[in-house]
């Protein structure tokens, strides 16, 4: 495990306060708010640590109040809906200075037979022959802040060819995106939900400017409103994970992002639907 995905998998690694409160901290970077996908994921693992260990996390719905302390802990209340022989329920609210800043429903299930479809997964080459951050990175490193340095705990392999920190023209309201922790993760499946709630919220939203031919830093304010999950079946965060997404809509100061995540077998294991805040500021 790289120290990056240890700092990250510490990050899930919750302090229990009281019965059904935890306690969540962030990392020590120059952050002018919590990331989304990490109080989603420290969410999901304090709703995690309230269920029996025969029910797996099979969808949750969650939204973003208010941005989040980056120099604060979080507190993490889970509220225990129902405890049902096949699904049980739990709420979570995150809070900081005593308000609450998220709040997430999820639903866990045990194992069962049923029917069985999917989509089939689209066409793409290998993660491999695919360019790691650092080398798309490295013709524009004049024109990034140091932040593009540090060491991350996911590895993204865009399947498009990369536009650099400026877009400049439209493109499709697609993009597919490789992903997996840069390192082996325990064999926890629910901790590989929680990364893979952390991860999802990495890119979707960018999907939503690129109809526009905008990007992160051509004066917008961006920010996750509400995130959906909902996870299919068995999968390893710690090996590639195809995310597929589109943009249907954008309207509004808003825009909408969906998206299919498949193993490298094809296999569709999670659906995802995020909104979020595409502001302009001039």
């Known amino acids: 495990m790289t120290s990056a995905l240890d700092d990250l998998v510490e990050l899930l690694v919750l302090e229990p306060i009281e019965v059904n409160i935890f306690r969540g901290m962030s990392p020590n970077e120059n952050r002018q708010r919590v990331f989304g996908g990490q109080v989603a994921g420290q969410a999901l693992m304090a709703a995690v640590r309230t269920i029996d260990d025969d029910k797996a996390v099979h969808s949750f719905h969650s939204y973003f109040l208010r941005p989040g302390d980056p120099n604060a802990p979080i507190l993490y209340e889970v509220d225990r ?68 340095d540090r060491a991350r705990p996911i590895d993204t392999r865009p399947v498009e060819p990369f536009l650099g920190p400026k877009v400049t023209s439209p493109t499709s309201d697609r993009q597919q995106v490789w992903f997996r922790a840069d390192g082996s993760l325990p064999d926890d499946p629910n901790l590989h939900a929680c990364v893979a709630a952390y991860a999802t919220d990495m890119t979707i939203l960018d999907t939503a400017l690129l109809p526009h031919g905008i990007g992160w830093d051509d004066n917008m304010m961006m920010a996750s409103l509400d995130h959906a999950l909902w996870f299919h079946r068995p999968f390893r965060a710690d090996e590639w994970l195809l995310f597929d997404q589109v943009s249907p809509s954008s309207s509004g100061a808003r825009g909408l992002g969906r998206g299919e995540m498949y193993t490298r077998d094809g296999e569709l294991v999670v659906s995802v639907v995020q909104e979020g805040l595409i502001r302009r500021l001039d």
């Open 81 to 148: 809906i129902r405890d049902g022989r096949s699904f049980t329920t739990r709420r979570v609210v995150a809070i900081q200075h005593g308000r609450a800043i998220f709040n997430l429903q999820a639903s866990f299930h045990a194992a069962e037979d049923g029917f069985d479809y999917q989509t089939a997964m689209p066409d793409v080459p290998d993660p491999e022959t695919l360019p790691d951050y650092t080398t798309r990175w490295e013709p524009y490193r004049d024109q990034i802040d140091d932040h593009h």
